[in-house]
C-alpha cells in the first residue's frame, strides 16, 4: 500500500535543497570512482521541454537511511554529473516482490517522506520530483534489497517541477545495480 498522510511541501522541498545543493558543489571539484563499474547497463536520460538533454549513469547503489525518515531503510542511488543531481530512494520492505507505480508517486507524510519510492532530479535551472502532482508515466521496481544490496528498476515518466516557476523533466531508463 501506498503511504497516507499529508506533505508539507516547504519542508521537503527545504530537505531536498539541503541534499542537492552540497552535491552540485561536490560535483564540481570531484572526479567521482573511476574505478567503479556498473554490474548491468545502467543510464537514465533527462530531458528538458527546450530539447536540452543529459544522461546519466550511476554506478554505485547502497542501503542507509532515508532522508526523510532515519528510522527507515531505504535502498539509495545519489549522482551528480554534469551539475545535475539524481536520487533515487526505494523503501525495499514495501516494494518485497516489486512493484509498478504510476506517477504521481504518494508524498506520505511530512515527517516520513515518500511511500515506496522516490524520483529526484534537479540543477541550476530546475528541481522535478515523482510525488509532484504534474508527474506522469510508471515507475517499474523489478528489485530492491538491502541483503545483497541491489536494486534494479526503470522509469519512463515526466517528474513534476518542486518549484512554482519552473518546469518538468522527462526522465526515461534503467538502473540496475549491485553493491
Known amino acids: 500500500m501506498i503511504g497516507l498522510g499529508t506533505t508539507n511541501p516547504r519542508r521537503t522541498r527545504a530537505r531536498r535543497a539541503a541534499l542537492v545543493l552540497p552535491l552540485l558543489a561536490l560535483a564540481s571539484c570531484s572526479d567521482g570512482d573511476a574505478d567503479a563499474e556498473p554490474s548491468e547497463p545502467t543510464a537514465v536520460e533527462l530531458t528538458e521541454p527546450d530539447g536540452r538533454t543529459t544522461t546519466l549513469t550511476p554506478t554505485s547503489v547502497e542501503c542507509g ?27 525495499p520492505a514495501d516494494v518485497a516482490d516489486g512493484g509498478s507505480f504510476d506517477l504521481p508517486l504518494d ?24 510525488t509532484e ?46 553493491g
Open 65 to 91: 537511511p532515508s532522508s526523510y525518515d532515519p528510522d527507515t531503510e531505504v535502498v539509495l542511488v545519489r549522482l551528480v554529473a554534469e551539475q545535475t543531481a539524481l536520487t533515487v530512494e526505494v523503501v
Open 133 to 178: 502532482e504534474e508527474s506522469t508515466g510508471t515507475l517499474e521496481v523489478t528489485r530492491a534489497t538491502c541483503d545483497p544490496v541491489a536494486l534494479d528498476l526503470s522509469i519512463e515518466a515526466t517528474l513534476g517541477p518542486e518549484r512554482s516557476d519552473g518546469y518538468g523533466v522527462r526522465v526515461e531508463g534503467r538502473i540496475s545495480l549491485n
Open 107 to 130: 508524498a506520505g507524510s511530512g515527517t516520513d517522506g515518500p511511500a515506496n519510492a522516490s524520483v529526484f532530479v534537479g540543477s541550476e535551472r530546475f528541481q522535478a520530483s515523482s
